[in-house]
């Protein structure tokens, strides 16, 4: 009795065992970001998110363990031929992400390989229709073109494309080589224009200082010569005003002497004998030529009238 007390123990403790080790796998919990693929007896059942599920111990499997999240594939660079015959190879980054875990799992075997081969096809398709130049400097276009065209034939799997980029455009050597030489010369040449506008520049400028140098020296001449020249105005008015001054106060002097012979009561030959006085006088100074008055009688008589008209005063 103990034997078979004994033996029974051990059996449910075999049996809780077991059924441990057939239920605790049943017990999933899909972390976040994941999708789990169930299927029953080998036929697509459902698709877990995250959160806690349970199945059923046999009948029921996870077939795949998908990741949502967007993921990044950098395929090796692919040899491709443009429209002139240049060949080249060229390296690829696709992202993408999954959006239906049941179409990924049945849409096809596998799916990282058919988009690296759809990516290949598709890039010497797109760079077939460039030549060399238009491939260099399209990267954009090119870009968008094979994210459409990938974006398209991945649907039916599931996947969903969201970027196509060109990582690396590896050209041959001697088209290398004669790029080098192509930039080497384009930068020497954007050199000797630089410069030649310096000098360009320069010789401007140092005629512009020259021209306004020359004005500024005509335009202070010029304020010099206007100033000479009133100086000279002021000189010639203030000179002129002087000798009319004089003259002004010789013709006061003389109309002051012959009011004064007059009022004497002196007569015509007085005034004459003035005259004369004043022709002495004109004679005195430096003048060359002394016009002399044809009518010279009676000089003396005038002078002896005016003698006597003096004593009667």
């Known amino acids: 009795m103990e034997f078979l007390a004994g033996a029974g123990i051990f059996i449910i403790f075999f049996l809780i065992i077991f059924l441990l080790i057939l239920i605790v796998p049943c017990i999933q919990i899909v972390p976040q970001a994941n999708a789990y693929v169930v299927e029953r007896l080998g036929t697509y059942l459902t698709t877990w998110h995250t959160g806690l599920h349970f199945k059923l111990p046999i009948v029921d499997r996870v077939a795949k363990r998908v990741v949502l999240k967007e993921q990044v594939y950098d395929f090796p660079p692919q040899p491709v031929i443009t429209k002139d015959n240049v060949t080249m190879r060229i390296d690829t980054i696709v992202f993408f992400q999954i959006t239906d875990p049941k179409l990924y799992a049945y849409g096809v075997e596998n799916p990282i390989m058919a988009i690296e081969n759809l990516t290949a096809t598709t890039l010497r398709n797109i760079i077939g229709d460039l030549d060399f130049d238009s491939t260099l400097t399209s990267r954009e276009v090119i870009n968008t073109q094979m994210r459409a065209s990938v974006d398209l034939a991945t649907d039916p799997w599931g996947i969903k494309v969201n970027r196509v980029e060109l990582k690396n455009i590896i050209a041959p050597t001697e088209i290398q080589?004669?790029?080098?030489?192509?930039?080497?010369?384009?930068?020497?040449?954007?050199?000797?224009?630089?410069?030649?506008?310096?000098?360009?520049?320069?010789?401007?400028?140092?005629?512009?200082?020259?021209?306004?140098?020359?004005?500024?020296?005509?335009?202070?001449?010029?304020?010099?010569?206007?100033?000479?020249?009133?100086?000279?105005?002021?000189?010639?008015?203030?000179?002129?005003?002087?000798?009319?001054?004089?003259?002004?106060?010789?013709?006061?002097?003389?109309?002051?002497?012959?009011?004064?012979?007059?009022?004497?009561?002196?007569?015509?030959?007085?005034?004459?004998?003035?005259s004369l006085e004043t022709l002495g006088q004109m004679a005195n100074g430096q003048a060359t030529k002394i016009i002399i008055p044809s009518d010279l009688q009676g000089i003396a008589g005038l002078a002896t009238t005016f003698k006597e008209v003096v004593k009667d005063n």
């Open 177 to 274: 080589n004669a790029m080098e030489k192509q930039m080497k010369a384009e930068r020497e040449r954007r050199e000797a224009v630089t410069r030649a506008e310096g000098e360009k520049k320069s010789s401007i400028l140092v005629a512009e200082g020259k021209k306004e140098s020359a004005i500024l020296n005509a335009q202070a001449e010029k304020e010099a010569q206007i100033l000479r020249a009133e100086a000279q105005k002021e000189a010639l008015l203030r000179q002129a005003e002087g000798q009319a001054e004089a003259i002004r106060k010789v013709q006061e002097a003389t109309a002051d002497g012959i009011r004064m012979l007059k009022e004497a009561g002196a007569d015509e030959s007085v005034l004459q004998l003035k």
